[in-house]
């Protein structure tokens, strides 16, 4: 079985050209929608894009779609589904994939005058397949089989010594990893222990940690960043060859700290009935907010402080999402892609690609504990960065993300 590209890099950083809108719409978007047409002519009936209308600085085009093709007209159609304002900047970003819709919307900075975020979505989608050529996800375009062709077994969990080939196919077709017993319960203890006697050292507003709030108004500390600058056990933790060890599993040269020096790990408290404030993220990917041709796939790896279940808030992935392009900051509608529960034991860890949709279940009887660190992939090689600026018409800044943010409200109707 042929394996699965954990490095789908197809961009790099770079002086960004003065972009014109007219001209995108006009010219540059209809005919990538032409070359591109076999990565989304297929999705057109699955996705079914709703007419919308894209203005910026005071000039309107609607995008329209039927089951064949895509269309783009000057002007604002009275009886368009959606109608959304853009500035120039935003389109660009839009256009190299620095942002998306949803990192706007998240950051208050999208201007909806009609219509909701998941119509935006859709176009995004098209968007995407035109501009990189990466076909829309239809349902049963995702296959999830081990070396031999049969289903995989999703509620598998690893042993660290385990075949490291197994392991890696399993990452590359599913996307992420349940590896069991990788640390003991003493050294959980520790960490578990450190969180408890360093919480007094963060404060709300602090720029390094992040606070909730519980249905009883509650103020409650749940993330600490940076936490291997305070815990001494922490620090020899990702100093370990048992976790350093991780990064040789999909087989992509990632690398620690390299992204993360100011934040190599988190350390999370996550409380029962939080109200306010991002504790228990929804479904997303973390390239939701743009640079997915830049950056992936990351791979980012959940420790397990206390262990976590259906009731203690468990972590749950899309299997097979890395490989799909569907919405990236919401669960997509009517997705045929399978939902895994990684319950965990204390010490155990999880591993997910930077693609792969995932959801963090709010606990309602125990709380838990956890941390989050990762690897990121190297920088690309010269020749390599060469090749990939060769192959784009312009190439974006690196910008700041804006954070994710609650849109299980949000969805296309």
């Not at 590209?5 to 790099?12: G, S």
């Not at 796939?297 to 206390?306: D, E, F, K, N, R």
């Amino acid at each position: 079985m042929t394996a699965v590209a954990v490095d789908v890099r197809t961009r790099i950083d770079g002086p960004r050209s003065d972009f014109d809108p007219v001209r995108f719409f006009d010219e540059e978007l209809p005919a990538r929608l032409d070359d591109h047409a076999h990565a989304i002519v297929p999705a057109l009936a699955f996705i079914r894009p709703r007419p919308t209308v894209m203005e910026v600085e005071g000039r309107p085009w609607t995008l329209t779609a039927d089951d064949r093709r895509v269309t783009i007209e000057r002007g604002a159609r009275p009886d368009a589904t959606a109608h959304v304002t853009l500035g120039r900047e935003q389109v660009a970003d839009l256009a190299d994939d620095q942002q998306t819709f949803m990192s706007m919307w998240a950051a208050g900075a999208l201007e909806q005058h009609s219509g909701n975020v998941g119509h935006l979505l859709d176009w995004w989608l098209v968007l995407r397949a035109a501009l990189d050529g990466t076909p829309i996800y239809t349902p049963g375009s995702v296959a999830l089989d081990d070396p031999d062709g049969r289903p995989l077994d999703l509620t598998r969990a690893f042993r660290p010594d385990d075949d490291r080939d197994e392991m890696q196919h399993f990452l590359e077709t599913a996307g992420f990893l349940h590896i069991e017993g990788l640390f003991d319960e003493s050294e959980m203890d520790a960490i578990s222990a450190d969180m408890n006697r360093f919480a007094p050292t963060y404060a709300e507003g602090d720029g390094r940690s992040w606070w909730a709030r519980t249905a009883d108004a509650d103020t409650r500390l749940v993330r600490m960043q940076g936490f291997d600058r305070e815990s001494d056990a922490a620090r020899a933790l990702i100093e370990d060859a048992r976790f350093l060890d991780l990064a040789s599993i999909a087989g992509a040269g990632h690398q620690f700290g390299t992204k993360r020096a100011h934040n190599r790990i988190e350390a999370l408290f996550k409380p029962i009935g939080v109200a306010e404030g991002i504790s228990d993220i929804p479904w997303h990917k973390d390239c939701g907010i743009g640079r997915h041709s830049y950056d992936c796939c990351g791979l980012t790896v959940g420790i397990s402080v206390t262990g976590a279940d259906a009731v203690s808030g468990q972590l749950w992935v899309l299997a097979g999402s890395h490989r799909a392009l569907v919405w990236s900051g919401i669960r997509q509608p009517d997705l045929d892609l399978p939902e895994v529960p990684l319950a965990t034991r204390t010490g155990d860890v999880t591993l997910h690609l930077s693609c792969t949709m995932h959801m963090a279940q709010p606990p309602v009887e125990r709380e838990r504990r956890v941390m989050y660190s990762g690897f990121a992939l190297p920088p690309l090689a010269d020749a390599d960065a060469a090749a990939v600026a060769a192959g784009r018409a312009r190439l974006g800044a690196v910008r700041e993300g804006a954070p994710l943010t609650v849109l299980d409200r949000h969805f296309r109707s």
